[in-house]
């Protein structure tokens, strides 16, 4: 796949946008390969009408469920056709190693195809009678969804808004992340290819303060769904309650990864230098905070410094890298510089720790120790390869220090011992918990998060009805007059 022209999405039209230029940097080596003219206020104010109004959004939305299914499964075969190359350009536009490119364009396959399943399999309900009436409970569009995502993981996190947004009959207002446009408007032609309507799906990048917020308060935008940080969630929610909108947010974590003192050694070891340093630790659900029973600690310590030391940095175009660059320099100059914070607050680094002498936005795994979990290394998140040994003696103790974060996303926990995985994962406040794995998941699976790390469900069968409104249904059966009249 070529890179795409200077061209964004705009109410089924494919055009230059009306604001300032976005330049598409390879992290790898720092080259500027592509620009693409961001999306201007006025570009989502014609795209979120289009949605709203046209004649081919209303035809959408009276299919019937089988024939928009029809649609959506043509849409994964699509990106299944053209998957070596929505991954080699994902590649080149966020950095990320090619071995978890190729998984997300995978990914983004399977979501269409379940929520082609989930929609076609869809029940309305039938609800008990309890009067000379029969009710039903049906469910509806919203219309138009705005869907904000991430730059971490474009062509997954897209996919995993715009198919149940589609399943449910509505248009889509997609904004990509600024650095990393090129994989969602690649994957918008293929959405129009499959025979979705092109008014119904408009990709419009830019900066968050301009098209973002356009999106957020356009009238026509009856729910927004978003993934991001959750500084930017709190704004989104703030409009959206002058609005009375529904909105789902997928936000920050600072997850813990629990070894227990019977845990398998090579298993928990080699889970939890994935858990944090796969996607070059810029994940939601990273597990940056790695507590490490008092008793084993310096056993535990050893093998996760040696293990994270071995790990191979390098271009994401290399099938032997496991740590690829960043995103972008910047993003690399503040994980270097929370790095150095943390030395300030006292921590010793372990591994890694110093800005490798390239061109590109690489930054090493690095681990470090020494600071109490009241830090704010071990309170803020880095959304880097940046993990932080911390020792708990019982587990009293590890479960106060494991919920001690305004954030409840995800949870890691390496035990033998069934009884202990079940009351941990119970205790742990925490919207996802893995035992005994890490970061593996599921479409099938509804995601959510706790306390300031989110609001809503993304993904399961019942993702599709946060795209959808109810309504309930009252069918008089009486032949004779209400009472009340007289």
Known sequence: MTVPADEILVAGRWRRGGGAPLACVDPATGERFAVVHA??????????????????????????????????????????????????????????????????????????????????????????????????????????????????????????????????????????????????????????????????????????????????????????????????????????????????????????????????????????????????????????RIFLPASRYTEFRDLLVAG???????????????????????????????????????ARVLCGGVVPPSAGAYYPPTLLEGLPNSSKTCQEEIFGPVGVLLPYEDEEDLVRQANDTVYGLACGIWTADYRRAWRLARRVQAGTVWINTYKQFSISTPFSGMKESGLGVDKGRDGILGYLRQKSVYWGLDDAPLPWAG
């Open 39 to 288: 999306a201007s206020a006025a570009d989502v104010d014609e795209a979120a009408r289009a949605a709203a109004q046209s004649p081919s959004a209303a035809a959408w939305r009276a299919l019937l469920p089988h024939e928009r299914a029809r649609v959506l499964v043509r849409v994964a075969e699509l990106i299944e056709r053209d998957a070596a190359a929505l991954a080699a350009l994902q590649t080149r536009n966020t950095g990320k190693a090619l071995r978890e490119t190729r998984a997300l364009v995978a990914s983004a396959a399977g979501t269409f195809r379940f929520y082609a399943a989930a929609l076609e399999t869809m029940e309305t309900a039938l609800t008990p009678q309890r009067g000379p009436w029969l009710t039903m409970s049906v469910y509806e569009p919203i219309g138009v969804v705005g869907a904000i995502t991430p730059w971490n993981s474009p062509v997954a996190s897209d996919a995993q808004k715009i198919a149940p947004a589609l399943a449910a009959g509505n248009g889509v207002l997609l904004k990509p992340a600024e650095p990393t446009p090129l994989v969602s408007l690649a994957l918008a032609r293929l959405v129009l290819e499959a025979g979705v309507p092109a008014e119904l799906l408009s990709v419009l990048p830019g900066p968050g303060p301009v098209v973002g917020d356009a999106i957020v308060r356009h009238p026509a935008v009856g729910k927004v769904a978003f993934t991001g940080g959750t500084s930017t969630g709190r704004a989104i929610g703030r409009i959206a309650a002058e609005k009375i909108m529904p909105v789902t947010m997928e936000l920050g974590g600072k997850s813990p990864t629990i070894v227990c003192p019977d845990a398998a050694v090579d298993q928990a070891v080699a889970g939890i230098l994935f858990g944090i340093f796969s996607s070059s630790g810029q994940s939601c659900i990273a597990g940056s």
């Open 308 to 346: 994270a030391s071995r790990l191979r940095v390098g271009p994401g175009t290399s099938e032997e890298t496991q740590v690829a660059p960043l995103a972008t320099v910047a993003h690399r100059d503040r994980v270097a510089s929370l790095v150095d914070r943390a030395r300030a607050e006292g």
